[in-house]
């Protein structure tokens, strides 16, 4: 049993190269306006309401830190009808540490992974209820709060994404493979430093040795690619911005069977990406690949390596740069 399987859903999991997965919960927050009034917003002043009603009683968060929320106003607020949103926000609870089974109780010390599971997301739904549709008072200005849980953070929507899809495909007249079960093999992880997953002192530019190595604790890799993850992200404001090429990059793990995928699609899940000496907290973006990025990359025609280093492939549509990949005939060398 790989040690993702056996994750409880509040522990940390640590990986190879001084990195590890830390359970925390996150949330996206959108505020709109609750009455007919038109004065501006003031970001510190929503925050300082919001973390104030976060740790006081019924919810009893004291140990979220104000770095922990984030509120962003949106622009060009008097253009904006009444029913659209005014400002964003970010909120991480990333203490856990209450839900965990306590030594010496004797409720704890009966209760299995799949209890504690439970009990977290009970928790997790009290939480988001609690705080869906609440309005804040500043000073006579009304504000009401939209809390939604990220997809990529929640593993039973993205199980059941994955679910539906190849369902469908089943039922899909046109397809030549009818009737034939598929699952997913493949992981997708974008928006993660380059510098961490990079042999130390020897290159700043991600390793495929070391990449292999860390995601190799989840499960057995069949194969893996590693890209720049530079590409636009879209803001939800309708806003884009570009990452510096780089700076972070992009992972697709195919595992060897479904069973490994999904025990390390349920690690990454939830989890904020952070390195022992660092003070950073990444929290990545994690997806299946629905599109088959290996199967189609088995098709595309050979590149000479100058012309690889020169020149870029294009892959679903978006610019992918070359970079090395594990195949199945490979593994004997990262076998002990």
């Given at each position: 049993?790989s ?8 522990e940390p ?14 949330l996206l927050?959108?505020?709109f306006r ?8 003031d970001e510190w002043?929503?925050?300082s ?6 740790r006081?009683?019924?919810l ?8 922990d929320?984030?509120?962003?106003r949106?622009?060009?607020l ?8 005014v400002a964003?926000?970010?909120l991480?609870?990333?203490?856990l540490?209450?839900l ?8 704890a010390?009966?209760?299995?992974p799949?209890?504690?599971?439970e ?19 500043l000073?006579?200005v009304?504000f009401r709060?939209t809390v ?12 059941k994404?994955?679910e ?6 089943l039922?899909?007249?046109?397809n ?5 079960a ?14 961490w997953?990079?042999?130390t002192?020897?290159s700043s530019?991600?390793s495929t ?8 604790a989840?499960?057995?890799i069949r194969?893996l ?8 992200e ?12 780089g ?7 195919q595992?060897e ?5 999904h025990?390390?699609m ?5 989890r ?9 907290k990444?929290?990545?973006?994690v997806?299946w ?8 990359a ?16 294009s892959?679903?549509g ?5 970079t090395?990949?594990?195949?199945s005939d490979?593994?004997k060398?990262?076998?002990d």
């Open positions: 049993m040690a993702a399987a056996a994750l409880r859903a509040t999991l640590p990986l190879p190269s001084g990195l590890s997965l830390s359970p925390r919960l996150k927050l959108t505020f609750a009455d007919l009034t038109v004065r501006p917003l002043q929503l925050k309401a919001l973390l104030a009603f976060l006081d009683p019924p009893s968060l004291p140990l979220l830190p104000d770095s929320l984030s509120v962003r949106l622009p060009d008097q253009k904006r009808r009444r029913e659209e949103p964003s926000g970010v991480h609870v990333r203490d540490s209450f965990r089974p306590r030594k010496g109780d004797g409720e010390d009966g209760m299995t799949e209890q504690e599971e009990k977290y997301f009970e928790w997790r739904s009290s939480l988001v209820e609690k705080l869906e549709g609440i309005e804040l008072n000073e006579g009304k709060m939604e849980i990220p997809p990529s953070d929640d593993f039973r929507v993205m199980k994404s994955w539906n899809f190849y369902s469908s495909e039922l899909n007249s046109r030549p493979v009818r009737k034939i598929k699952r997913p093999d493949t992981i997708v992880v974008r928006g993660v430093p380059s510098r997953f990079a042999e002192r020897v530019k991600p040795l070391v990449t292999h190595t860390i995601f190799s989840l499960g057995k194969t690619n590693i890209a720049n993850d530079d590409e636009l879209a803001k939800e404001d309708g806003s884009t911005k570009e990452l510096i090429s700076l972070n990059c992009k992972v697709w793990v595992f069977n479904y069973d490994d995928f025990d390390a349920k690690a990454l899940c939830g904020s990406l952070e390195k022992e000496g660092s003070r950073l990444v929290d990545y973006d997806t690949d629905r599109e088959g990025f290996f199967r189609i088995q098709y595309e025609p050979a590149h000479s390596r100058l012309g690889e280093r020169d020149a870029s492939a892959v679903h978006r610019k992918k740069h070359y090395s990949r594990i195949e490979h593994r060398r990262f076998r």
